[in-house]
């Protein structure tokens, strides 16, 4: 029996060294990072200092009748790119304030993000986020995050950073299916990612990415498509639990579509010499929302360019695993990113 029993201890022991050897010296380091990122957030997450304010709350709680006091006392507490220095005692401003508060439309948008935007749900979902980019970029500052109401204006972005404040217009995330979107005309594939849980993805998708994307080219279609494909691959490192579909903004229905397609879409672009086009509209034709990409007819997602990008940005770093997400983000040697990725998606 004593054999028996040795056999079985050095059966353990083997498998431990094999292991640690296999993370230790095989399993590239970008790799271990992903999967091992459990511990490292946990550990970044106690250190996070995330800072949510309400500015669309603390207007509306204010008392309309002592208007310019009540403004002077929020000033201290938001940026003067929000409260201007003495607005207060410039009266025609402070009429246009109280329009404003009293608008029906306003107050009434303000009530329905009450409801659906939760600062605790949402700080828990940035926590998680946070964390990851901290192992990413450990030494980068959180932003403020200051959450507004728009009145659906649809000339300012939902979400959108500046002098490292986040701006977020609630009023884009009240669901899909809310009145105000259908009475504004919104089309129903731009109202589909009016759904709460994309507003913290696009906390990256749509504002921070930019801090490591400063002025991309737009010099073809492969150049956008790359650039577009970094947006979602970086997103996606923040938020690896949640289904691709997500990342992208895409219904399942969509999602499907794209991905059963995908080969078929890449050697349309190729067979079509598309790939290095610098006409505008084609650009504009798979980048820009929309409710289907023309080229492709009414059942496919608009966007594709940007999945395309994407499943190459991921290819790429597949097949390059010592490759860490900042050194994605600076590389723009587009023809390089394009041969190492070795993206060749399969026909269906």
């Known amino acids: 029996m004593k054999w028996k029993r040795r056999y079985f201890w050095f059966l353990i022991v083997f498998f431990t060294l094999a292991i640690a050897f296999f993370f230790l010296f095989i399993v590239p380091k970008k790799l ?8 490292q957030v946990r550990e970044k997450k106690k250190n996070l200092n995330i800072h949510i304010l309400r ?40 009429n246009e304030l109280k ?40 030494n980068d500052s959180i932003p403020l995050i200051i959450t507004m109401i728009s009145g659906l204006d649809m000339t300012m972005p939902s979400v959108y950073i500046y002098d490292n404040i986040l701006f977020v217009n609630v009023d884009m995330y009240l669901g899909a299916d809310n009145s105000y979107y259908r009475a504004a ?56 639990a949640l289904h691709e579909r997500f990342i992208i903004g895409y219904s399942e229905k969509k999602y499907d579509w794209a991905k059963l397609h995908l080969g078929n879409i890449w050697n349309y672009i190729i067979e079509k010499n598309e790939l290095f086009g610098k006409e505008e509209a084609l650009m504009r034709s798979y980048i820009e929302d929309a409710p289907f990409t023309k080229q492709f007819g009414n059942d496919s997602p608009g966007r594709l360019g940007s999945f395309m990008g994407w499943k190459l940005i991921q290819s790429y770093m597949k097949n390059n695993p010592n490759i860490t997400l900042p050194e994605l983000m600076q590389e723009f040697d587009y023809q390089k990113i394009l041969n190492l990725s070795k993206f060749k998606p399969h026909v269906k």
Not at 32 to 39: G, Q
Not at 67 to 73: F, G, H, L, S
Request: proline residues 7%; hydrophobic residues 40%; glycine residues 2%.
């Open 99 to 138: 329009a404003y508060l009293t608008d029906t439309v306003i107050i009434s948008l303000s009530k329905n993000a009450e409801k659906v935007i939760k600062t605790n749900v949402l700080l828990k979902e940035l926590e998680k986020a946070f964390g990851y980019y901290k192992v990413f970029y450990p």
């Open 32 to 39: 271990l990072i992903n999967n091992n990122s459990f511990s």
């Open 185 to 240: 005309g919104i089309p129903l594939y731009i109202a589909e990612r009016c759904n709460p849980v994309y507003l913290p993805i696009d906390i990256f998708k749509r504002a921070l990415v930019y801090k490591y994307l400063q002025n991309p080219p737009r010099t073809t279609l492969l150049e956008v498509m790359i650039t577009e494909g970094k947006k979602l691959y970086f997103t996606q490192m923040m938020f690896p």
């Open 55 to 94: 500015y669309e709350q603390d207007l509306f709680s204010l008392d309309v009748h002592n208007m310019d006091k009540e403004i002077e006392r929020l000033s201290k507490k938001y940026p003067p790119l929000l409260i201007e220095p003495e607005i207060w005692n410039d009266k025609e401003r402070m």
